[in-house]
């Protein structure tokens, strides 16, 4: 299993990024796929789920409205869109495959003016 991030960088605050997922090495369309983020001096948190079946999604409260994940299982790629970012989401994302206990090597995301 291997999951490669892209797509941070430095946005100013309210700004947006699209932060990408490519998976490989298992059927991605069977499997729920997350986005997790940690912040100097802080633990890693979820900050997004969607499920395979249904495409259903779950979100956590500090990013609901904000932020949308999506997949593309023709490109498996899970993909995270970041709007109305604030200098709090400054922190390092990651994606994971939970099922497999994957990470991927994550990609900076800094707000700031």
């Known amino acids: 299993v291997q999951l490669v991030e892209s797509g941070g960088g430095l946005v100013q605050p309210g700004g947006s990024l699209r932060l990408s997922c490519a998976a490989s090495?298992?059927?991605?369309?069977?499997?729920?796929m997350s986005w997790y983020r940690q912040a100097p001096g802080k633990e890693r948190e979820l900050v997004a789920t969607?499920?395979?079946?249904?495409?259903?999604?779950n979100y956590a409260d500090s990013v609901k409205g904000r932020f949308t994940i999506s997949r593309d299982n023709a490109k498996s790629t899970v993909y995270l869109h970041m709007n109305s970012l604030k200098p709090e989401d400054t922190a390092v994302y990651y994606c994971?495959?939970?099922?497999?206990?994957?990470w991927g090597q994550g990609t900076q995301v800094t707000v700031s003016s």
């Open positions: 994971s495959a939970p099922r497999f206990g994957a």
């Open positions: 090495g298992f059927t991605f369309s069977n499997y729920r």
């Open positions: 969607i499920v395979s079946f249904d495409g259903s999604r």
